[in-house]
């Protein structure tokens, strides 16, 4: 297993389209984390899966972020009709959460990344 | 609402000093705390993780101690190199698993 995968790795779009990112998670990994990191910034909470249920989705940032991770594998985060204020990198992150909460689990590993520049 | 705050946003010591980055948290019902190191343009990683039961751990010249009824985690770098320059990173993991980051330390150590 090489980690976590992201593809792409960089998105040039025009205002207005769509993009979908996709998310690789290490495979044995029942957690997966979407995150938004601008520049100077930590990465901001955007939601996240057990298997392929969507625990939250309150965070994402508006109607137009849409995320899911049908088959509880590999996740896709799409963005609609985007705007210039989207540009930023977009990060995911997976984890082993076992059933002993008080293992205090839930490393991340983060992928390297999409970047989206919208023009 | 879990808030993480770093200081200092950004600091600038000579190659050799020792120096210590903070962390705080507003809600202490965690189940563990992560430092990640970010390079620029690149992605996180992860340097450690304390569980919260743990008072520290440590790695290398890293050794990070977590007090969890107060809200605080320090990540101490002995002898800093030139190439320990990247932004520090802190996120908490909270009881419902949400795991949520500071705005990170920008450290630059001087040759």
């Known amino acids: 297993d090489t980690g976590v995968s992201q593809d792409p790795r960089h998105k040039i779009t025009k205002r207005g389209q769509n993009v979908t990112f996709r998310c690789d998670p290490i495979s044995e990994h029942n957690r997966l984390y979407w995150y938004r990191q601008t520049l100077g910034q930590g990465p901001e909470f955007l939601t996240y899966f057990q298997n392929e249920a969507q625990l939250e989705k309150s965070r994402l940032l508006s109607d137009r972020f849409s995320a899911e991770r049908p088959k509880g594998s590999f996740s896709t985060l799409e963005i609609q009709r985007t705007e210039q204020g989207d540009s930023a990198m977009y990060l995911c992150?997976?984890?082993?959460?076992?059933?002993?909460?008080?293992?205090?689990?839930?490393?991340?590993?983060f992928g390297a990344g999409s970047r989206l520049t919208v023009l | 609402k879990q808030e993480v705050t770093q200081i200092p946003a950004a600091l600038s010591v000579p190659e050799g000093e020792n120096l210590v980055l903070n962390c705080s948290f507003t809600d202490s019902a965690i189940y563990n705390l992560q430092w990640f190191r970010q390079d620029p343009g690149k992605g996180l990683t992860s340097l450690l993780l304390?569980?919260?039961?743990?008072r520290e751990q440590t790695s290398g010249r890293l050794n990070a101690s977590l007090d969890k009824s107060s809200g605080r985690s320090t990540l101490y770098i002995a002898a800093s190199q030139p190439g320990d320059s990247a932004t520090y990173l802190c996120a908490v993991c909270g009881r419902d698993d949400k795991i949520i980051f500071g705005k990170g330390t920008r450290l630059h150590i001087l040759p």
């Open positions: 992150a997976s984890s082993l959460r076992g059933r002993e909460v008080s293992l205090g689990a839930n490393v991340l590993t």
């Open positions: 304390i569980q919260s039961s743990q």
